[in-house]
């Protein structure tokens, strides 16, 4: 695998390397466990790839307050991962690569970034639609992966792809989850023993929500309602939200029709957690855990 | 020269076309003129260069109450100019090939485009930064070229560039004027003919600027005046302004030191006009005239 810090060094390899093959690009923060693997799974399944990652702690998409200093930075690991997962190319950058200077142009992604994790962490979706422009403009992948974990970043880079006109192939993993479901999580590494249990609860929500769904439930309030129940049932206080949206463009609905999203943040311990499920919820029935897109 | 109104057909003859050739690229709004003559004469310069321009009169940069509707549509005069000129590719897109859906992801440029025309036209600089972001990813230009006229616009996208991570490499054209100074604009063409003779008072405003400037004066507001002073003795008298400032950065000044920019926005009968001079102010003297970058 070859490691590349500069923005430079790395377009020149690419710019040979890329020729006759199609660029398969994995963007994270590091840290990375099997949803990352997941990721890169599927750039690798892209014929003639040329499997490409990114590694970037980008401090624009971290609010005020957030854990942006005591974000995991395990860049050995990281690296041991990468080969294994068959990664040909690594970009590392310093933030000074990628904010040589103070940043007055910005990408931003508007109601789609108003509700949900937008409403709790100011400046968040346009700190990651700027930088994934970023990364799109110096990689210049074929193929893109994220993972539905973070849903909203998910629709948030298909609109950015779409309405900017990027030649990008969008592909998402699903979300890889512990035995218990827990999501796995580079934040879950913050997770003390006990918190580690209580942290189930957010899966254990979801599928709350999932049987509601599935006993005939259509009533959103309800449906979230369900799940916030087992959060608190677990002891968790502090629930940013556990909220029915649109899966198409998050708008707010009353009735569980189409396909939906259930999107839950809560606070266990110190730690902030996200999870969701997608379903699709027809007139015969309802299809759970579906792809965002 | 080929003309493609889609933007798959146009990136499937690109992406031959390119191989081993540079795309210098021109992106315009039609009712073309010399001004846009001397930007695809500087594409054309470029070595090994395949000559692209784009004809899109951009509904999302013009503010309600603007020229949208009237803004002088002459495809056909156009394509005769660009084959003179040696053009070999012609995007000219409809509103709906650019924007198919509610644009809701956006580029914007902070504090570039707050002053001068950004508080005379508001979303304006959003709605250039956002196209032009749109056919930097249809047309993928390897350089691309803009005029000074309009230099606000030129930072901006330079700002673009720049902080998003384009591989673009951009240049300049000088403004291009009628023998009385009058800077070609495709917005002449609304002059009636005393109100042609009265915008010839904006590059008059500019050169008795310039005269301030090389008998040494250096406060800002007392340069302003002078260029004012010729605007309204020529009857002009809705000036949306005539500032000084950083040629840089469009920072506000108080005195001329280094690159500056003198810039004029006016109302000639209901026609709004711009134009600009770019100096460079040394202990030494003041070279006017020079080139914005």
Known sequence: MRVFHDIESLRQHLAVERRGRRVAFVPTMGALHRGHGACVAIARDVPDALV??????????????????????????????????????????????????????????????????????????????????????????????????????????????????????????????????????????????????????????????????????????????AAIDVLRGAGIERIDYAELRSAHDLSALDAAKGRVILAIAAHVGTTRLIDNMVFDVRDGGVHTDVTLY
């Not at 970037?56 to 990281?78: C, I, M, S, W």
């Not at 590392?92 to 937008?118: C, F, I, K, N, T």
Request: hydrophobic share 45%.
């Open 52 to 225: 490409a990652a990114s590694i970037f702690v980008n401090p624009a998409q971290f609010a005020p307050g957030e854990d942006f200093q005591k974000y995991p930075r395990t860049l050995d690991a990281d690296m041991e991962h990468l080969r294994r997962w068959s990664c040909e190319v690594l970009f590392a950058p310093a933030p000074e690569v990628m904010y040589p200077e103070r940043q007055r142009v910005w990408v931003e992604a508007g109601d789609l970034s108003e509700p949900l994790d937008g409403r709790f962490r100011p400046g968040h979706f346009r700190g990651v639609a700027t930088v994934v422009a970023k990364l799109f403009h110096i990689v210049r992948p074929d193929v893109a992966v994220f993972g539905q974990k973070d849903a909203q970043q998910a629709l948030i880079i298909r609109a950015l792809v779409r309405q900017l006109a990027l030649d990008i192939e969008l592909r998402l993993a699903r979300t890889v989850r512990e035995a218990d479901g827990l999501a796995v999580s580079s934040r879950n590494a913050y997770l003390a023993a006990p918190e580690r249990l209580q942290a189930a609860a957010l899966f254990a929500a979801l599928d709350a929500a999932r049987r509601a769904l599935e006993s005939g439930e259509r009533n959103a309030r309800r449906i979230e309602a």
